[in-house]
């Protein structure tokens, strides 16, 4: 009798985990507009994506792809039309904050951490002829490019102008999108700019321009881009603004280990040439990372 009564209370809990579980997968989805950009820098959305870490915490995503992630997204994210923004620190950004629009900087999307100089300076080959970058001097007059108004390699610049004697003021700053600015160095239409990966190794490769040094030389630590929050989402679904965030961070743990340590890197390499606008197996071994903190 007591074997028959375990028996029966052993299925009777059998039943009612089944019955949990049941609930759980029948509960709905949470879907979350996500607006981000084709950068490597991305790669914590990516894998958190592909790898199930959003799923898991019972999120759908739904990712727009914005080529100027910054001030382009921030429109629709300031409305609500996008819970999750991918964009590079920008004066719009600043002025989104200024102005009270209630967004909020939640995570790290890329900063030029010591020896991961992801964003560099390029020189025109005129410049270097020698192939001596060490003698190498922005100059007053110098055209330089940079994606748009307002963007971090503006205040980059400011860093290599001082680093050279000389201030931003004395340099033409001009504006270029940057699958164009290798082409624009080769042909001496702009005397430097700095670059991103993996426009930087690309650009060596391809003999179009003269690595000077990355970024992290003249500004260690400089953040360039950040993962937003609209305040739609942040005061109507914490909760699932909680999960996106912790899915995000592990998914950011992968990136470091696949980079740093080499753990999983095949995997983290097929996934970002699945999402990002670098598809040359290759070209992973030769850029120099970006620096994704989880903390």
Avoid at 111 to 127: E, F, I, Q, T, W
Avoid at 176 to 185: D, F
Avoid at 262 to 286: C, H, N, Q
Wanted: hydrophobic share 40%.
């Amino acid at each position: 009798m007591k074997k028959l009564l375990l028996a029966g209370l052993v299925l009777a809990l059998t039943s009612v985990a089944g019955l949990g579980l049941s609930f759980a997968q029948d509960k709905p989805m949470e879907k979350v507009m996500i607006g981000t950009s084709p950068a490597l820098s991305s790669a914590g959305i990516f894998i958190a994506i592909e790898k199930g870490y959003l799923a898991e915490e019972g999120i759908e995503a739904d990712a727009t792809t914005f080529h100027r992630s910054g001030g382009e997204l921030l429109p629709s994210l300031i409305k609500g039309d996008l819970d999750v923004g991918a964009g590079n620190v920008s004066a719009g950004i600043y002025n989104a904050f200024n102005e009270g629009h209630g967004i909020q900087i939640v995570a790290d999307k890329g900063h030029v951490a010591k020896d991961h100089g992801y964003l560099a300076l390029m020189a025109a080959k005129k410049h270097v002829p020698d192939g001596d970058v060490s003698k190498f001097k922005l100059q007053k007059g110098f055209k330089v490019s940079q994606t748009g108004p307002g963007v971090s390699q503006e205040v980059a610049y400011d860093k290599w102008a001082e680093h050279y004697g000389i201030s931003i003021d004395d340099l033409e700053i001009v504006n270029l999108p940057l699958p164009g600015v290798g082409a624009a160095l080769d042909s001496e239409q702009i005397d430097a700019s700095i670059m991103i990966e993996p426009f930087v190794s690309r650009s060596i490769e391809q003999n179009m321009a003269v690595k000077i040094a990355g970024d992290d030389q003249v500004y260690p630590d400089q953040q360039s881009a950040v993962i937003l929050f609209s305040p739609k989402f942040t005061k109507e679904r914490p909760e699932v603004a909680q999960k996106f965030a912790k899915a995000y961070v592990r998914a950011l743990r992968d990136y470091n280990d696949a980079f740093e340590h080499g753990v999983g890197k095949e995997e983290v390499i097929k996934i970002l040439m699945k999402y990002t606008s670098v598809k040359d197996r290759p070209a992973y071994d030769r850029i120099v990372p970006a620096y994704l903190s989880p903390d």
